[in-house]
């Protein structure tokens, strides 16, 4: 705005400093106390009468089984605690030495209450019903 210092537009600089800078202000203030102070809630369709509505639906917990294999309690006392079945059931199959970094990884980078007893019972499931 270095061109409105220059002397023809030297009055009109003052002119927009005067005037504009309230009105803008003016029309920012009020502009914002018109707007919505509180975000607007979805309406909900009116009942149709002789029409049944369903409030919920309740889908069935379905978890399936893990394999019988050597330790099974073990594992499933230590490891569904944080795990749901599904997500160890769809991990593919690892060696035995994959499978215990993989469990020792759960107790020094995740805090699981495995004992070493218990770490090598459910590195022996898994690889039972989990390697190649």
């Not at 600089?13 to 106390?33: D, E, M, Q």
């Not at 409030?55 to 569904?80: N, S």
Request: proline fraction near 14%.
């Amino acid at each position: 705005m270095a061109f409105l210092g220059s002397p023809p537009f030297r009055g009109v600089g003052v002119l927009l400093t005067i005037f504009l800078l309230p009105a803008a202000a003016l029309v920012c203030y009020w502009g914002l106390r018109d707007g919505p102070t509180t975000t607007p809630v979805a309406s909900v369709p009116a009942p149709i009468p002789g029409v049944h509505t369903v409030d919920a639906i309740v889908l069935p917990h379905d978890e399936p089984d893990l394999p019988a294999g050597p330790h099974r309690d073990e594992f499933q006392t230590a490891c569904t605690v944080c795990h749901s079945t599904r997500l160890v059931l769809t991990q593919p199959p690892f060696p035995e030495k994959k499978w215990n970094e993989i469990v020792e990884k759960m107790i020094k980078t995740y805090g699981a209450p495995i004992t070493p007893s218990a770490q090598s019972a459910i590195v022996e499931y898994l690889a039972a019903t989990h390697s190649p």
